[in-house]
């Protein structure tokens, strides 16, 4: 048969639904629309409902680079509001893991690749920034300005990158994760163990330049705190231009589905090393910073507990997403560095936590009354009863202080000595959580409110004592509450799972 | 260069040629000994029951599998063991059986990603926005929507920025195809376009086949188990039975070829009695 026998592609064979023949002319009727409508259902549903999804539709509409202006102007106001010297350490500590997260957003979030050794290229950037600015090699070391030494190492990680990646390029999923991961812990062991002469061993490199150069020097906690905001902001600028060109589409085709990017022209094995290579020169960035604000470089400091903090925040702004990486590792920091170390702003965001759950959760407006009263009637009759009983049983008082200690004197329970009696709470609580989790209807409403009661006395008395363990464990509860509530992050688009 | 065989008389050059092309995995001999060309310009067919190794052509010739021996000829040029996205880069663009779609990224994006070869900005000239490689991604742009404009109301604008996993499964097959186009292939391999449509999409699936070859001139090597299809399309049909060709020809001369009807439907049980 040859072409010729072809129906003609005219308009008259028309689909039982109303479908256009193909190549038709672009027609306009109302079933366009509707089909348009349609077509448009998903979108909508993004949006929450009420004034809160108007609000959402409203930012949707103000563009990206608006967006990152208001941001970069926000975040210089900030120490303008009289920040302390603590808030403002919190802020540089927070910037350099957003600037973490954001490089790592092109191996992870746009490439696809799980890789577990980026901390690494951070501790290469601030090590080889400490060889270059101390007095550690030759006779009266290497004081480079930081206008030359910041640009070589952050090359020389690129290449670092490149190294890596080329053994690394054919691995995917698990073994990349695997790999990755012990490349991570080999840097830490290197800095540990090897010429410990030049990197110090475990004392590491102290006695490091600041950043200088062009007759400035940066000394002061609020000067870095700029030069952070600066950088990072040029950084997701520079990086959201690469997303919306060809590399950065080709990023994302290769973490969709390689196979079908390779059929489709796009080199996979060098698109991934071209993601392996920038994510090295962002983390060597920020690794230059850290090394210049800290004057010294550990090797724990660039441990796995970093790693995780930056996939943390990664993970909870939506990896895919530069402005989500960036906001979730500041919102992360900001929580794990700031809050949670003091017992009453952890308490803050505690309590917090519990009424806005309640609050958006319990529904109709009877049951949330009902709840909120039984849980505030429980706690001061048990309150008084134990008073009753033994003095010495309410003798503890919260570890709250403020308006918020104040709230809770009379309502909450804590012994004199609450070591004992919490860590057994804490174990009730935790059963008591698995009950409430498997329960349904009435009986979940029921228990919720000795659960509450219990989560807030597990708290006062043993939680927010030690904040380092109880940070970690919130960390992984904001999480856990993010992944249920919305799984692509505070930033991320919808994504689904591809089957192949 | 190989002539072609069976040629029809509008076809001159092959723009494929396949020559004693064999492929085994381990013991299993997927394709054998298999000749078969396809001329500029020209839709030809692959049928066969399950199994019969048509896929297998489609990833030998784009290079997911290298042949255990014979040849590829593109336009001429061997490419048997080339990497697939360089034998896309020649002009050999495929569609996938299971849908292989980027789900996660929008209509448009999908489209504009089968551009990369054809365009050359590294990263730094793409963020320094140069003059060049602004034109460059305007161009590409345009292509991608006059590819998607190709397909009328069914990847209508307001599609273009939503998430290809938003599409219906026709859609899906369609971008498929669109996707392919943009790598301005002078080859188009369709794996079972019309799997899963209905009948009106499966019409319009033939339509758009002819069309192809009329307006973006490029040769078609189509799997396809809907004879309608098969039928309405093909200037010829290859045969293929557990990797060896069976049958080749007009659409009738095959389909009525004894050998595909025993590959398809099984032996008569009466001839089998006589020649047993």
Redesign the interface.
Known sequence: MSGEALPPPTGGEVGPLGAAPLGAPQLSGPQVGADEWVARHGQRREYLPSWLGQAQQALDRVGWWPRLAIAAIAGAVLPMLGLGGFQLQVGIDALVIALLAVGLNIVVGSAGMLDLGYVAFFGFGAYAFALLSSAKIGAHGIHLTSVLSVPIVMLGAGVLGLLVGLPSRRLVGDYLAIVTLFFGEAFVEFTNNVAPGVLGGPNGIVGIDTIHGLGYQLTTNKSYYYLLVVLLVATMAVLRLLDTSRTGRAWRAVREDPLAAASMTIPVDRVKLMAFAFGAMVAALAGTIFAAQQISVFPTDFDTPILILVYAGLILGGAGSIAGAATGALVVMVIYDGLLRSPTDSGYLFYGLIVLAVLAKLRPWRRLALVVVATVALGFAAHAIARAISASWVAGGPQSTGLLGQALRNWVIVPASPQTAGNIGFVVLICMLIALVQLKGRWRTLLLVPTIYLASFVWETVLSANPSVTRQLMIGAILIVMMNARPQGLLGARRVEVAT | MTTAEAA?PDIAVPVLSLAQLSLSFGGLRALSELDLTVGDCE?VSLIGPNGAGKTTVFNVV?G?YEPSSGDVRFAGQSIAGH???KI??LGI??T?Q?L??????SVI?NV????????R?T?VE??L?LPW?RRE?RR?RELAEEILS?????L?G??WD??A??LSYANRRRLEIA??L??KPRLLLLDEPAAGM?P??T??I???I??L??ERNVAILVIEHDMHVV?????RVIALDHGVKIAEG??DTVANHPAVVEAYMGRDPEALAESG
């Open positions: 029809g839709i784009t997911v990497e697939p996205h896309a880069d663009a495929r996938f299971s292989r779609l980027f789900m996660n990224m994006d504009m990603a089968a551009t990369y070869g054809g365009t900005a990263p793409s963020v926005r490689a991604e590409a190709f397909f009328g109301q069914r209508a307001y599609r939503q998430p996993y938003s996707r392919a943009a790598t209905n009106a999409e019409h319009e033939t339509e758009l002819g069309q070859r009329e039928a309405g399309c093909s200037d007009d659409f």
